[in-house]
C-alpha cells in the first residue's frame, strides 16, 4: 500500500486540529474563549505562549479531530478500501480516545514549541523553520502513542508527509489572505 497515503489518512485529525484555530479565530467569529492557554504569564520576562495560543483553539481542534476521528470511523466500517489503508482498526471502542489526543497534542506540541520560540526571541508570527512545521506532528503523534503504535518507518512517513503539507496548506493560506507570511 502507498505509504504516503497511509500517512496522509492515519494523520488527517491531527492536521485538522492543527489549522482549527485559526479557522475558529477567523470564521466563526466567536470572541469567547479567548483567554490565553498561558494566562498571560512569562518566564525569564517572556510570555510562556502568547497571545494567540488560546482556550478556543485548543477546544476547536480537539472537537475537529474527534469528529475527523469519527468520519474515519464510519468509512472504515463502510468501505473496504478504506480498511486497506488503515493502519489501526477503527473499529475498536478506544478509537474515540485518538481524537481528542491527536488534538491535545497537535495543538500542545505547538504550544511547547511556542515556549522555546519566545525564550530564544523570535515574534510571533515570524517563521522559526523547520519548527513551525513539526510540531504539531511531533506533539500528534507523542499523545497518540498510549493506544497506537507504529512501525516506526510509518513515524517517519507521516512526518515526511506532513511536514511536506504544512508548506503547501501554508501557502495557500497566504495566498488567500489567511495567514501573513507564505511559510
Known amino acids: 500500500m502507498n505509504p504516503v497515503l497511509l500517512a496522509f489518512w492515519f494523520f488527517t485529525p491531527a492536521g485538522l486540529a492543527n489549522a482549527a484555530p485559526v479557522f475558529a479565530n477567523k470564521f466563526l467569529g466567536y470572541n469567547r474563549w479567548k483567554t490565553p492557554l498561558d494566562f498571560g504569564l512569562s518566564w525569564r520576562g517572556k510570555r510562556l505562549f502568547g497571545e494567540n495560543k488560546t482556550f478556543r483553539g485548543l477546544v476547536a481542534g480537539i472537537v475537529l479531530a474527534t469528529l475527523a476521528v469519527g468520519l474515519q470511523k464510519y468509512l472504515f466500517g463502510h468501505s473496504g478500501w478504506i480498511q486497506e489503508i488503515s ?97
Do not use: C, N, T
Open 87 to 183: 493502519l489501526i482498526d477503527y473499529s475498536q471502542p478506544a478509537v474515540w480516545l485518538l481524537g481528542p489526543l491527536f488534538g491535545a497534542g497537535a495543538l500542545l506540541g505547538d504550544a511547547v514549541e511556542s515556549f522555546f520560540k519566545r525564550q530564544a526571541g523570535i515574534p510571533s508570527g515570524q517563521s522559526w523553520f523547520p519548527f513551525d512545521q513539526i510540531d504539531y506532528i511531533i506533539g500528534g503523534l507523542l499523545l497518540s502513542l498510549p493506544l497506537v503504535r507504529l512501525q516506526a518507518l510509518y513515524y517517519l512517513w507521516i512526518l515526511v508527509v506532513w511536514f511536506s503539507m504544512h508548506l503547501i496548506v501554508s501557502y495557500i493560506g497566504y495566498l488567500l489572505h489567511l495567514k501573513d507570511r507564505p511559510i
